[in-house]
């Protein structure tokens, strides 16, 4: 459902959470279930629902849509087709699908397209045999180069490929083979994110210490990515994501920015005038909430104004745009962690390994006056992605 570009100037997402799941992965601590598909068309009429009365509100459209998990792609594609439909968007909308290399077919994506889908994240994870059987993964190695095609077939010019480094089996040579392995895909994806492997609780990979992943090693293996997909042409603009110019994922970009967004589905958050809240975690209780004209949110938090400020930067600190040069201390401690100049403050590559303990220096930065921004900081800062 397409609408004209009349609220443009404001960056409104919509997150489909879609929590079906051939099976869970070992370190998979998301609201996500296995055996529950025959709920899928209830499950799509819940979230239309939803998606109805926060129109009813006053909801503008969508900007960017993103459907998470789960495993989308695990949802039939007319249902996914019909969902996004019921979604408000302006015209030249980023729609993205996460999808499975396993569920990906010629005839699946141009559905996805004929809907409105101009995206595609591919969750690969890694190109080692021994390494996605550690991570409890479905795919093998050889359905990824048929998964990509098919998207190259189908017309994407922008799509995704997501990867999990620090598995235990995993070597120096996996991860660099797995790197080498993607940028070779025809196509080659125009954006990777790479993402460190936690052992959270509740998970099996949590419930077994001889797997649990090794900080330095996996402090080695980012710097690996990072060098290896710089030199492709894909500069990293977030700690875990990396991209061609021009292929950034617009959708995350508005969470990183503390932009509106509404979560439909079970257990999705949302942020809208600033108010945060989430909806009900289980499929069949959220399912039940709708249907009984009742609210499905399950609980909800409004910032202060200081709160928020710390949050923002939090967020910016991760990104390539980094932070107003004085939200940090220029008194040594963090030489090494953070480039400068006199308006910006970037983290750098050994900064970005250790982001979360700059983060926790940040504080409320210094205005200055709007001739003086403009004669000190012409032009964003350049850093040196070593």
């Not at 009365?53 to 039939?76: E, H, I, M, N, W």
């Not at 797997?211 to 060098?227: L, T």
């Not at 040594?332 to 590559?349: E, H, K, P, Q, S």
Request: aromatic residues 6%.
């Amino acid at each position: 459902m397409r609408e004209p570009s009349a609220d443009a100037g404001r960056t409104l997402g919509v997150y489909v959470h879609v929590p079906f799941c051939a099976r869970r992965c070992d370190y998979c601590a998301f609201a996500t279930w296995a055996g529950l598909h025959h709920l899928s068309e209830a499950y799509v009429d819940a979230c239309l629902s939803q998606l109805n009365r926060a129109y009813d509100k006053g909801l503008g459209p969508a900007a960017t849509v993103f459907f998470g998990g789960g495993t989308p792609s695990q949802l039939p594609g007319n249902d996914l087709a019909r969902l996004l439909d019921g979604v408000r968007r302006q015209e030249g909308a980023e729609v993205t699908v996460e999808c499975n290399p396993e569920d990906v077919t010629v005839g699946l994506l141009r559905t996805y397209a004929a809907a409105g889908v101009n995206r595609v994240s591919l969750g690969v994870q890694s190109l080692a045999a021994h390494v996605l059987t550690s991570l409890g993964r479905r795919h093998s190695s050889e359905t990824v180069p048929r998964a990509v095609a098919a998207i190259g077939e189908v017309g994407f010019s922008s799509f995704s490929v997501d990867l999990i480094y620090g598995a235990r089996g995993e070597t120096d040579d996996d991860w660099m083979a797995t790197l080498e392995g993607v940028l070779g895909l025809d196509p080659s994806p125009p954006h990777v994110s790479a993402y460190a492997l936690q052992a959270e609780p509740g998970t099996a990979l949590w419930r077994d210490p001889d797997r649990h992943p090794d900080d330095d090693v996996q402090a080695r293996r980012y710097e690996m990515a990072d060098e290896v997909l710089e030199t492709a042409g894909l500069p990293w603009y977030e700690i875990s994501n990396w991209s061609r110019p021009g292929h950034e994922c617009r959708h995350n970009q508005n969470y990183w920015r503390q932009g509106e967004y509404l979560g439909v589905g079970c257990a999705a958050h949302s942020h809208l005038d600033g108010r945060r809240f989430w909806n009900i975690r289980t499929p069949e209780r959220y399912m039940a909430a709708i249907a009984s004209d009742h609210s499905p949110v399950a609980g909800e938090e409004r910032l202060d104004s200081d709160q928020r400020l710390l949050e923002s930067l939090e967020l910016a600190v991760r990104t390539r745009e980094g932070v107003d040069a004085t939200a940090l201390p220029d008194d040594g401690t963090l030489v090494g962690l953070v480039a400068r100049d006199a308006c910006r403050a970037v983290l750098t590559l050994r900064g970005r390994l250790l982001a979360n303990e700059v983060a926790c220096r940040l504080r409320a930065p210094t205005p200055i006056a709007q001739d003086d921004a403009e004669h000190l900081c012409p032009d964003p800062i350049r850093v040196d992605g070593r």
